[in-house]
């Protein structure tokens, strides 16, 4: 079965992470000094901006596939909390020896879990790495009625921002439609599409994929230049004032 846009172009290395320079930059310094384990990453968002690929990218530092334990914060009990403490004790068997857990939608999380996390994130081992990642708006609601201090100050905090990754993302999106033969529509019409999906990276690869930015007509000399300016970020005001028709002498 063939995969999803989104899912074939997951990025499988830090490289290939769309925009978030300075958290990305953050994590790789982490890496080369081995300190990524015996930590507790807590990463905040909005959705599609690229919270998963960096979880499943720091998982991928720590251990092998194998053991990498993914759950649903919203069925997470303190007993399971229990049983993956008991797993998470050893050291792993496999290139690498550490182990990670990724607890995705965080928001979801049950006031009982969050006071059995309270003591696990205390004494994490040196080579397992929690990760937690959550919507902004889920966030917001996670914490309404609690004090997010005592779990928030257990967690390396990463606040991924839209700014941080808008000129990079469309850059992106552009490549993988053209590279998909699924492109051709002008750069104004990109930052449309962007805008309507919310800066949601997988939604704007949904509808990539359902022709909704195929032209006919383009270039090879556009699509070459979409191609090689992919690894590059980009000025993302340049961009607006292009497709705005400002250019230079413009008052």
């Known amino acids: 079965m063939t995969k999803m846009l989104y899912e074939q172009y997951r990025p499988h290395d830090w490289s290939y992470l769309v925009g978030h320079e300075k958290a990305t930059g953050a994590m790789q310094r982490m890496r080369d000094r081995g300190s990524l384990g015996g930590r507790a990453f807590w990463i905040s968002g909005p959705s599609g901006i690229g919270k998963t690929s960096m979880a499943y990218l720091i998982a991928g530092d720590v251990c092998d596939e194998g053991n990498f334990i993914e759950i649903d914060a919203g069925s ?56 937690f990642t959550t919507t902004d708006v889920g966030k917001e609601k996670l914490f ?13 905090k990463f606040d991924l921002k839209t700014d941080d990754y808008a000129d990079a993302m469309i850059m992106r999106a552009m490549a993988i439609a053209e590279q998909e033969g699924l492109g051709g529509a002008e750069k104004r019409e990109w930052i449309e599409l962007a805008v309507a999906c919310k800066w949601n990276f997988r939604d704007v690869l949904t509808e990539v994929e359902k022709g909704t930015m195929l032209r006919s007509g383009v270039s090879d000399d556009a699509a070459s230049e979409v191609a090689t300016a992919v690894p590059e970020m980009v000025d993302f005001a340049a961009i607006m004032d292009e497709m705005m028709g400002v250019g230079a002498g413009s008052e």
């Open 76 to 131: 997470m009990t303190p007993k399971d909390i229990d049983d993956l403490e008991r797993t998470l004790r050893m050291r792993a068997i496999g290139i690498k020896s550490g182990r990670a857990v990724l607890v995705n939608e965080a928001h979801g999380l049950r006031q009982d879990s969050i006071r059995k996390l309270l003591v696990a994130l205390e004494r994490i081992p040196g080579h397992v790495t929690w990760i």
């Open 144 to 156: 309404k009625d609690i004090d997010s201090h005592p779990l928030l100050s257990r967690c390396l």
